[in-house]
């Protein structure tokens, strides 16, 4: 799934760019983790739910201008036990965002807390709202 992550007064790409993900995640099925895009005067904020991944499973990465992001489940369970029915048929998470050129992606931050992950990417110092002084002669 790609989904375009642009500002209220952005405009999304005119077309998405083919996706240059690792073989390896590209073939294995994942799930699409629900997020909420919550927006600002100062940039973005992404929350996406991905209950079972523990951070060193979790990695983000830019492409181009897509926002890359998968993890994988851990399901612990005692040494002397497996599970004999589990509703997740797919171990991992993965979802792909087209950034709008209004965001700034070498200043996104990212935190994991409790199964959900934040992430803020502000908007370009150009894009940003700006007060202009009005000089009296």
């Not at 005119?14 to 996706?19: D, G, K, V």
């Not at 060193?56 to 399901?75: H, K, S, V």
């Not at 792909?96 to 110092?125: H, N, W």
Request: net charge negative.
């Amino acid at each position: 799934m790609n989904d375009t992550l642009q500002t209220a007064s952005g405009t999304a790409p005119e077309a998405a760019r083919p996706q240059s993900l690792e073989a390896e995640s590209r073939n294995i099925p994942a799930m699409s983790p629900p997020v909420d895009v919550i927006e600002d005067a100062t940039g973005i904020t992404l929350l996406a739910d991905m209950p079972g991944v523990p951070r060193d499973q979790l990695a983000l990465r830019i492409e181009d201008d897509q926002l890359i992001i998968e993890g994988a489940l851990t399901m612990p369970a005692p040494a002397d036990m497996e599970a004999s029915y589990a509703e997740m048929q797919r171990p991992r998470y993965r979802r792909t965002f087209t950034l709008s050129r209004e965001l700034d992606s070498g200043r996104i931050g990212a935190a994991l807390t409790q199964g959900v992950l934040r992430l803020r990417i502000p908007k370009a110092e150009s894009a940003q709202p700006r007060r202009i002084a009005i000089q009296v002669p």
